[in-house]
């Protein structure tokens, strides 16, 4: 199969011939004449090198996000490959397409897939958001005139798991909700505290980890550790309590 289509020679002769006659042998003043005409050069860019390789392709991405597993460019340019191969496509040799970063971008333009960022299920909408936000700050500029800076301590929650770390997968543009499935090791994880006072001074971390029935608390090494029977702090009230309770704050 040819990469280029090519343009039909009875127009080729007809653009000749009006140049030479009517075009005082200026081939430039041929552009607007076929122009206003609605002449186009229909097949004169590159087309997909092969739509029955394409579909192929597309087909194999949607098939993994149904499972929900992660579709990534890499992978895609590894599928095309071998997809180009077991067609046997006879217009030119299979080492001769690498599938290149560029080839990529265009198919995933060609068929609406995007890079996309796993989402929560429950993601909020644009109007409880917002209302949460409004309702937060309308407490925190009542809470200010009584709070003391010193001892108010912001803290951020954030679970660290042993399994594949990276967030995103190809997908298909618009969808709200990307889910990836789980490698089945979630459940194995730490939780990295991270706290700040609000006069803007750095506190120790706090890692908890879990897996034991009686509750533990110490500082190794500058970093308080936990083990608790769920790896999380309950509403973060344990990080603060260690840090005021310690003089921290």
């Known amino acids: 199969m040819p990469t280029r289509i090519p343009i039909i020679i009875w127009r080729k002769q007809e653009v000749l011939r009006w140049i030479e006659e009517d075009g005082d042998g200026v081939p430039t003043r041929a552009i607007k004449h076929f122009s206003a005409k609605g002449w186009k050069l229909d097949g004169g860019s590159r087309r997909p090198l092969s739509g029955a390789m394409e579909e192929a392709l597309y087909d194999e991405v949607v098939a993994k996000r149904l499972k929900k597993e992660k579709v990534t460019r890499a992978w895609i340019g590894h599928m095309a490959r071998v997809i180009f191969a077991c067609q046997g496509t006879t217009s030119a040799s299979p080492d001769g397409f690498m599938a290149s970063p560029h080839w990529i971008t265009g198919f995933m333009r060609r068929y609406g897939l995007s890079l996309r960022r796993r989402t929560n299920l429950t993601t909020l909408s644009d109007d409880k958001l917002v209302d949460r936000a409004v309702s937060y700050m309308t407490f925190l500029q009542s809470a200010k005139p009584t709070m003391d800076l010193h001892r108010t301590i912001l803290m951020d929650e954030t679970a660290v798991y042993f399994e594949d770390a990276r967030n995103q997968t190809v997908d298909i543009i618009g969808s709200r909700h990307v889910v990836v499935r789980s490698t089945g090791f979630s459940s194995m994880r730490i939780t990295a505290v991270l706290a700040v006072t609000a006069t803007g001074k750095k506190l120790p971390p706090l890692l908890i980890w879990k ?38 704050g």
Do not use: M, N, T, W
């Open 211 to 248: 897996g034991k029935a009686l509750p533990s608390f110490d500082k190794i090494g500058g970093v308080y550790v936990a083990h608790q029977p769920r790896a999380e702090a309950p509403r973060l009230g344990l990080h603060a309590r260690a840090h005021l309770q310690g003089g921290e």
